[in-house]
């Protein structure tokens, strides 16, 4: 998508409204100037007779606008024009017309020189005309005349000026709240207040030049001189602005600047319906490089990583240095990016080449976090938050660059809401809320229930059922967690209890959670629960996550050892997810695998996963250990897998997962069809 300056397209919303009001500025503007040219008359003398000093006025007038200056301070227009000084001198000297020649001719420049569109251009020479109109007629009330260098003149110019400065900026008021919304009041006071020094300072220099015009046009070239020095101290001062903005290490935006940047790609993209991405870039042991090799060469390797991230084709329209290691970047559609995750593998690409610093080469790694203006936040803050949970979430799992999603934010306002309700709970013991569904799982080649997965299912009062991953997820930080694993163990072993009092001679899998196995006292805590309830320890199944494995990997080895040793089977549940399957397999005391659903629900149609769940089965049985297939949804992968050797399956083949009555039911049911 090409590049496409905001103030040059019509809102999205209403554009006829838009363009009806630029043609309604524009024939008010042509009305007004011909009724004032009409009473205010021609130059005196006919055009071929003005002075050369009018000329020469006119010709400073637009060569000002060759560079306009971009004052970052200024709400609105980020555009500080000198030429009004020529005009307001135009006019006390020559009249309306030859003023709105010399304003309309420096409009039209300064246009092609900041790319307006023509409807803009031509919005922008009415509106002035309109002010233009004001002033001249305050001046003609005042007494005005030709100038003449009068006190009574003087007190003129300035009430002219100030006709000229509140007419313009009720125009510019308008418009913005045309374009944006909001009040037009509201507009038109903030931009007066960030205006009027400007425009003052410009109406005094104007009878300094009226002055000059009159006397000859040597005075005119002289006094461009002073006018173009203060068009140099607001171009420093604009610069001077600018920099408050950047970070002095890299000559990158800073966080501030960023936050001006993704404001205003915000409200363009929310204008357009279009999407702005957020990207923040954190180093990996950056703090290694600083100690090793000394702050000097850390910050070279920064200034190196900026130099890298400006140089062509930047991954990002604006790119900042957030402090530390820290990078942001921010690029919208409307700048040409249709994939987030390309800019991110773009960012990342940047990383790739070792950086050389005083023959010492030093490889740089770093994790990308994303998020997308509006879905994942429709505010800076917001969208800034969630980069960054996005980027941690990638440091965890090693990833180069993640996507934001709600599940990573356990602080989310919704998620403490969750995890409160979750607590109160389960402080009442035996209160509905929390519960099972079981799953049955069964023996591929006898057909026979060989047990159950026990699935923790949450009733919320007001949300209703809750995903259990989510659940997990939002407790799995907290010391929620350790009370729902009680819960849960607790009735899945009440369960198993009175399956064996019943007869059925079955094993019961429950899910256990990172910060389950990295807890010291959990393996007493199940020691305690099997005797409690008088149940075989062999009978029970602990389904264990690779995720879980990641974490803090030598003490949660420890635990499951400890857990293996008391009789208790060790399932390494969704095998084949994770980043380290095989090391698992060699570290733990694992019983059983059990092939992630991903890759048997397909089996039949994708034939690379039946060849992962093909070889995980043929591992299985080089290991001597079971394996069991989740997900199964039809009799054909069922057929398969059974040819394959699997050992037992599970999915909504069989059975969804059910309360313990409705398996109860659903267990003698099969029974009697064997
Ligand atoms: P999991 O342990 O891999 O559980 C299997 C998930 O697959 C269950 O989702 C189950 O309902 C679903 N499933 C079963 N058969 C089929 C099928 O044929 N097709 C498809 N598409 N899906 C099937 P559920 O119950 O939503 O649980 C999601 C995850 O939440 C579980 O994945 C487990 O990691 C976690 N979880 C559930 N209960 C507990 C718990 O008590 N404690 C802990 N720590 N985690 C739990
Ligand atoms: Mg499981
Ligand atoms: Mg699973």
């Known amino acids: 998508m090409a590049t496409t300056l905001m103030r040059n397209t019509a809102p999205r919303e209403h554009p006829g409204r838009y363009y009806g009001f630029i043609a309604a500025v524009a024939v008010c503007a042509v009305t007004a100037a011909t009724a004032v040219t009409a009473t205010a008359g021609a130059p005196a003398g006919g055009w071929l007779n003005v002075p050369f000093a009018f000329w020469l006025t006119a010709g400073l007038a637009l060569a000002a606008e060759l560079r306009p200056t971009r004052w970052g301070g200024l709400w609105m227009s980020p555009i500080a024009s000198i030429f009004v000084v020529y005009v307001l001198a135009t006019m006390v000297t020559w009249g309306f017309l030859p003023a709105l020649v010399v304003q309309s001719g420096a409009l039209v420049v300064l246009g092609i020189q900041i790319s307006s569109s023509v409807w803009r251009g031509v919005y922008n020479v009415s509106q002035m005309a309109l002010a233009l109109c004001a002033a001249w007629l305050v001046w003609s009330a005042v007494g005005g005349g030709v100038w003449e260098s009068s006190v009574p003149q003087l007190l003129g110019i300035f009430a002219a000026g100030a006709a000229w400065t509140v007419t313009s900026s009720s125009m510019v008021a308008l418009m913005m709240r045309l374009r944006v919304g909001g009040t037009w009041s509201e507009y038109a006071w903030q931009w007066l207040k960030s205006e009027w020094a400007l425009r003052l300072t410009q109406t005094a220099i104007a009878p300094i030049l009226a002055t000059a015009a009159m006397t000859s046009w040597w005075l005119v070239a002289a006094s461009a001189i002073p006018i173009f020095s203060v068009y140099r101290i607001l171009q420093t001062a604009a610069e001077r602005?600018?920099?408050?903005?950047?970070?002095?290490?890299?000559?990158?935006?800073?966080?501030?600047?960023?936050?001006?940047?993704?404001?205003?790609?915000?409200?363009?993209?929310a204008e357009t319906g279009t999407t702005a991405t957020v990207m923040v870039l954190d180093l990996d042991r950056f703090a290694d490089i600083n100690s090793a090799l000394g702050h000097d060469v850390g910050d070279q390797v920064l200034v190196e990583l900026a130099d890298r991230f400006a140089a062509d084709k930047p991954p990002g329209k604006a790119i900042a240095r957030l402090g530390g290691d820290e990078f942001g970047f921010?690029?919208?559609?409307?700048?040409?990016?249709?994939?987030?995750?390309?800019?991110?593998?773009?960012?990342?690409a940047r990383l790739d080449k070792p950086i050389v610093i005083d023959e010492v080469s030093i490889e740089v790694d770093g994790s990308v976090g994303i998020a997308v203006f509006p879905k994942d936040g429709e505010d800076f803050h917001t969208l800034f938050r969630h980069a960054d949970i996005a980027m941690d979430e990638s440091k965890k799992r090693a990833a180069s660059f993640?996507?934001?999603?709600?599940?990573?934010?356990?602080?989310?306002?919704?998620?403490?809401?969750?995890?409160?309700?979750?607590?109160?709970?389960?402080?009442?013991?035996?209160?509905?809320?929390?519960?099972?569904y079981y799953q049955p799982q069964v023996c591929l080649s006898t057909d026979e229930v060989i047990g159950a997965e026990a699935l923790l299912r949450y009733h919320h009062p007001v949300r209703g059922m809750v995903n259990?991953?989510?659940?997990?997820?939002?407790a799995e930080h907290s010391s929620v967690m350790r009370m729902l694993t009680e819960r849960v163990v607790d009735i899945a072993l009440c369960r198993l209890r009175s399956w064996n009092e019943a007869g059925y001679n079955l094993r019961m899998a429950v899910n256990v959670s990172v910060r389950d196995l990295q807890s010291p006292g959990f393996t007493d805590f199940l020691t305690e629960r099997i005797a409690a309830y008088g149940v075989d320890a062999s009978k029970l199944q602990l389904e264990i996550t690779e995720s879980a494995l990641m974490a803090d990997p030598r003490r949660v080895?420890?635990?499951?050892?400890?857990?293996?040793?008391?009789?208790?089977?060790?399932?390494?549940?969704?095998?084949?997810?994770?980043?380290?399957?095989?090391?698992?397999?060699?570290?733990?005391?694992?019983?059983?695998?059990?092939?992630?659903?991903?890759?048997?629900?397909?089996?039949?149609?994708?034939?690379?996963?039946?060849?992962?769940?093909?070889?995980?089965?043929?591992?299985?049985?080089?290991?001597?250990?079971?394996v069991v297939?989740?997900?199964?949804?039809?009799?054909?992968?069922?057929?398969?897998?059974?040819?394959?050797?699997?050992?037992?399956?599970q999915g909504w083949h069989f059975a969804k997962p059910m309360s313990a009555d409705d398996f109860d039911r659903w267990l003698a049911g099969h029974r009697r069809g064997r």
Request: charged share 30%.
């Open 468 to 474: 259990p991953s989510e659940i997990i997820a939002t």
């Open 241 to 269: 602005e600018r920099e408050a903005d950047r970070d002095p290490l890299t000559g990158l935006l800073n966080r501030k600047g960023l936050q001006q940047a993704v404001e205003a790609k915000a409200t363009d993209a």
């Open 629 to 649: 297939a989740e997900g199964v949804e039809d009799e054909k992968v069922r057929k398969q897998l059974e040819g394959w050797g699997c050992h037992a399956a």
């Open 330 to 348: 921010v690029w919208s559609e409307l700048d040409g990016m249709t994939d987030p995750l390309e800019c991110a593998r773009e960012i990342r």
């Open 402 to 436: 993640t996507r934001y999603a709600p599940e990573f934010d356990h602080h989310s306002p919704e998620r403490l809401m969750l995890l409160g309700d979750l607590r109160r709970a389960l402080d009442e013991p035996g209160a509905p809320g929390v519960n099972l």
């Open 557 to 626: 080895v420890d635990n499951v050892q400890r857990l293996a040793d008391l009789g208790l089977g060790i399932s390494l549940d969704d095998f084949g997810t994770g980043f380290s399957s095989m090391q698992h397999l060699r570290r733990l005391p694992v019983t059983e695998i059990k092939i992630d659903k991903t890759f048997v629900t397909t089996l039949v149609d994708c034939q690379d996963n039946a060849a992962i769940v093909f070889s995980t089965i043929d591992l299985g049985r080089a290991l001597d250990v079971a």
